[in-house]
């Protein structure tokens, strides 16, 4: 493992200390949990968002913090689920008496610990709804599954939410609005190489030089096809056609292009290329196209594509103004 | 036979000393079908418990569960934390206010229990999750009540957790590999074992 860290069971602490040192006028770590949350928080009158999950993904979900997004993130552990006690301490940080809207990426760990935290809110007398996001179509969406991954297209819930909260909009409708981008986004990733967590010093699985694997989620668990390593077209095509099939996008569309931490701009914007060309071949219009490392996987190489279909509410929420560090508009 | 406050004390710390031995042994039934931190997360969490409870004056035997339940909270993580913690905290909550746990409190706590972990994890038996464990030993221990054996709690466990190798995983993250999740023991029924193991231990030197 070769890492720049320091003690390897300190890296969310160590992590948190110099992302709050980096944002010291907009950031604030709420004492003695690995809770992140908006300087100015509770921010009078609005809605609160807080989101989270295992660290490992950064910029998600603390990046997303600011004016037009996130009010909290709760960082856990390295790919581990924050616990019940520290999601309800972001909630109790960032509740300003309007009620609290909980972002969650589909995995049980998450599910389980953010709806106890939930409950345990509610039995103080806040107001808590939750979202479920779960756009990764590489597995199979059935009751024979936990279902459908959350990844990278959590980023358009937490900017269009957090867009609805800041207008003004009540719990109900900032819900409504969270849930309407969970059903029009669509995403799907590929791996190169394996990431190393940490704590465990080695990495998790084994991918060979000449290998890919086709729809990886964001902790290394299996896609669907591993095959021979394919050029940035075939790759581009292959992501886009599963996520075509999987939704009618037909209209307009933001398309987001992730880097999941290794694998450098220069590749994603390849992909792009690729994905605008089969975008425009099908009719389909591109509205606002982002590239970047938005929600990543320590330092697995890869990428993934997400597709979310525009209405005129959507377009106008995703262009509203956002402070967060890692998404500005 | 009563269970006193000091004998779930040691019932946590004979679990706690079995999943630090089996750290390992857990971390790796979790790597092919899962994320590979089941024994990282559950040592950090009973060693948490055990500290906790080893520090605290108790006046009733659920002050204990409830102790360790918040214990396992805050310190797990992943989907296994909220699981056990809310057992516990059922089963504190089901024989509040006894002194003692007889065979007949006993089965009502751990009754209790599985109807939380049921409910939290929306599992039921033979979805290769704890349910899997934490249910035929309910059954086994209801059936018997005072004839309760320890050699047969263990062993009743032991199968229950061997039985899930053959089953396919439609909840949690082993949910994803299907057919490929056959073969492998479940972890959660695994450190499940542990905990009915460790158990049967403390009734055996009650009787």
Sequence with gaps: ?329 | MELEIHDLIKWFEITNERIQQHKDYLTGLDQPIGDGDHGINMARGYQEAVTKLSQAEYQEPSEVLRDASMALLSKVGGASGPLYGTAFLKMSLAVKGLETINAASLVNGLSAALLGIKQRGKAEAGEKTLVDVWGPVVDYISSEESNLRAEDLTSQARMAMERTKEMMATKGRASYFKEKSIGHIDPGSASSYYVFASLAEVWKEKT
């Design chain 1, 1 to 329: 493992m070769k890492k720049i860290i320091n003690d390897p069971n300190q890296v969310v602490q160590d992590m948190v200390d110099g992302l709050i040192a980096a944002n010291p006028d907009s950031l604030k770590q709420v004492p003695n949990t690995f809770v992140v949350a908006r300087a100015d928080a509770p921010v009078a009158g609005k809605v609160a968002l807080v989101s989270g999950g295992g660290s490992g993904h950064e910029p998600a979900h603390a990046g997303y913090i600011g004016k037009g997004m996130l009010d909290a993130a709760v960082c856990g552990e390295v790919f581990t689920s924050p616990t019940p006690d520290q999601v309800l301490e972001g909630i109790k940080a960032v509740d300003s008496g309007n009620g609290v809207l909980l972002v969650i990426k589909n995995y049980t760990g998450d599910v389980l610990n953010f709806e106890m935290a939930a409950e345990l809110a509610e039995a103080e007398g806040i107001q808590v709804e939750k979202v479920i996001v779960n756009d990764d179509v590489a597995v199979e969406d059935s009751s024979f599954t936990t279902g459908r991954r959350g990844i990278a297209g959590t980023v358009f819930v937490h900017k269009i939410a957090g867009a609805k909260a800041d207008s003004g909009a009540k719990l109900e409708a900032v819900k409504a609005v969270a849930n309407k981008v969970v059903t029009n986004v669509r995403s799907m990733g590929i791996a190169l190489t394996p990431c190393t967590v940490p704590a465990a010093g080695k990495p998790s699985f084994t991918l060979e030089d000449h290998e890919m694997e086709i729809g990886m989620g964001i902790h290394g668990e299996p896609g669907i096809d591993r095959t021979s390593i394919a050029s940035a077209d075939e790759i581009a095509t292959t992501l886009t056609e599963k996520v075509l099939e999987d939704f009618d996008f037909s209209g307009e569309v933001a398309v987001l292009v992730n880097g999941l931490g290794a694998t450098p701009e220069m590749e994603l914007y390849i992909m792009n290329k690729k994905l605008h060309e089969i975008l425009s071949e099908r009719g389909i219009k591109i509205y606002r196209t982002y590239v970047g490392e938005y929600m990543t996987s320590l330092e697995m190489a890869g990428c993934s594509v997400s597709l979310l279909k525009l209405d005129d509410e959507l377009k106008e929420l995703l262009d509203a103004e956002s402070t967060a560090p890692a998404f500005r508009s």
